[in-house]
């Protein structure tokens, strides 16, 4: 079985951008485009984030989202400001399939309970951004990587799990955008302490990274400049890979 490749796509304002190490980050194109262009590929789910809404302390932009859910043919995920059990059921009710936290695992946990009691731990999942301490450790961020919040993601991932998520984003803050490959022993810490699924996400620079994550115990893995750059060079082309070649990669 083929497991879920998913692109993870990074909403500034109203335009999809992608970062480096989760900063400078640079126009791809407008949502909509992006979206339809990935309708045309056999994609199992499209993770779409707003970068900027916490920082912001707004809402998501929910007109944009209907917008997008409209457009869009592909089971669709967003994270990005949301903070109530209301913002929740206004983003299902629009069409999307489950909606990811990450600030609100520190300020709002127990919005990760009512979320899985009401509407099923399939519906929400919890975003883990991680750096490498110099220690050989790793430091877990919130607001798009300016606020440590532990010291210790294996315990956070666990806390996570306990709370209700019935899936975990886990992001590679240093290897985010650099195509340099997959932190896989952060992939491996995480996954070996938690028995719901984990989406790995950050460094993929080919299709044969893929595999890397998926070997160390990801049940998932996302990428973002894999899939909306052409090569090293980064020119912009939104692009997957076929079921036929996805299987050949995992075979």
């Known amino acids: 079985m083929i497991p879920r490749v998913i692109p993870c796509l990074l909403l500034a304002g109203e335009e999809l951008v ?3 190490r989760f900063a400078e980050p ?3 194109r407008d949502p909509v485009n992006g979206l339809s262009r990935l309708n045309s590929f056999e994609v199992d789910e499209i993770v779409l984030l707003d970068i900027e809404a916490t920082r912001e302390e707004r809402q998501p932009r929910f007109s944009l989202l209907e917008h997008l859910a409209d457009e869009c043919l592909i089971p669709l995920a967003y994270g990005g400001g949301v903070t ?3 913002d929740v ?3 299902l009710g629009i069409g999307l399939e489950k909606v990811i936290v990450n600030t609100a695992m520190v300020d709002q946990p127990s919005l990760i309970g009512e979320v899985a009691t009401t509407f099923g731990s399939q519906a929400i999942a919890v975003s883990i951004d991680a750096a490498l301490r110099t220690n050989g450790g790793y ?3 919130v607001e798009g990587g300016s606020r440590v919040v ?3 993601v294996v315990g956070y991932a666990r806390q996570a799990q306990e709370l209700g998520a019935g899936e975990l984003l886990l992001t590679s803050i240093d ?3 650099t195509m340099e490959g997959y932190d896989v022993e952060l992939v491996e810490r995480v ?3 938690v028995s719901v699924p984990v989406i790995a996400c950050g460094g993929a620079g080919n299709r044969g990274q893929l595999v890397d994550p998926v070997r160390r115990g990801a049940s998932a893995v996302a990428a973002g400049s894999l899939f909306v750059y052409q090569g090293r060079g980064r020119g912009v082309l939104i692009n997957f890979p076929s079921r036929r070649q996805l299987a050949s990669i995992f075979e």
Request: proline share 0%.
């Open 18 to 20: 992608k970062t480096v």
């Open 26 to 28: 640079r126009y791809v």
């Open 84 to 86: 109530t059990l209301e």
């Open 89 to 91: 059921k206004r983003i």
């Open 139 to 141: 430091d877990v961020y």
């Open 150 to 152: 532990s010291h210790d």
């Open 175 to 177: 290897r985010d955008g």
């Open 191 to 193: 996954c070996a302490a």
